[in-house]
């Protein structure tokens, strides 16, 4: 798993990405490009399953905007979503690429227009890393609640929120269960 910078898109926007990729242990040729695990992937932490898998999280800001978990080998990739992250959304009606998005009523309010777009790159969350045993995964990571206390609600963020970090833990129930979410 690695962060890499692309090239400008077709909105005019340099965009940066995280992927997984296999090589050859022996030659260090790659042998496989497993695709994109997220989209503005600021951290990734990688360890070998007790089956010989990969397993590793990164974190994304857009497309998904999650902590991520993935198990890989030179066959494929299994990927599970383990954590959402908040995001600001935008006050203007159109988004940095120009293009035009409708107000977000639903969470509007006290004087503030929000719109259906986000161009935020904070993520509100920090990876912690991830322990493969015979039981399952287990990743561990921060982040940050809403107001109401609702770890995994995904509504809102206001750069202006004072909110206390949550110390967050997700066990999955088998390494093999990955195996079953091919992507």
């Known amino acids: 798993m690695n962060g890499r910078q692309l090239q400008r898109g077709a909105d005019g926007l340099q965009h940066q990405s995280g992927g997984t990729f296999v090589f050859d242990a022996k030659t260090l040729k790659m042998g496989k490009n497993l ?3 997220s989209g503005h992937s600021f ?3 990688l ?5 010989g898998a990969f397993v590793g999280i990164d974190l994304g800001d857009n497309y998904p905007r ?3 978990m993935h198990s890989f080998d030179q066959d494929g990739i299994s990927s599970r979503l383990v954590y959402a992250v908040k995001t600001e959304h935008g006050s ?14 639903e969470i ?9 777009w986000s161009n935020d790159n904070r993520t509100y969350a920090e990876l912690g890393g991830v322990i493969a045993t015979s039981g399952g995964l287990s990743v561990i990571f921060a982040g940050e609640p809403d ?4 770890a995994l609600q995904n509504g809102r963020a206001d750069v202006t929120s004072s909110t206390p970090a949550l110390s ?4 999955s129930n088998a390494i093999s269960s990955m195996a079953a979410i091919r992507c």
């Open 35 to 37: 695709g994109q695990t």
């Open 168 to 171: 967050g833990w997700s066990r």
């Open 43 to 45: 951290g990734n932490v």
């Open 47 to 51: 360890t070998v399953a007790q089956d």
């Open 147 to 150: 107001p109401n206390g609702n």
């Open 92 to 105: 203007k009606q159109s988004n940095p690429a120009g293009k035009p998005f409708g107000a977000y009523p």
């Open 108 to 116: 509007s309010g006290n004087g503030k227009t929000f719109c259906k």
């Open 66 to 68: 999650v902590v991520n």
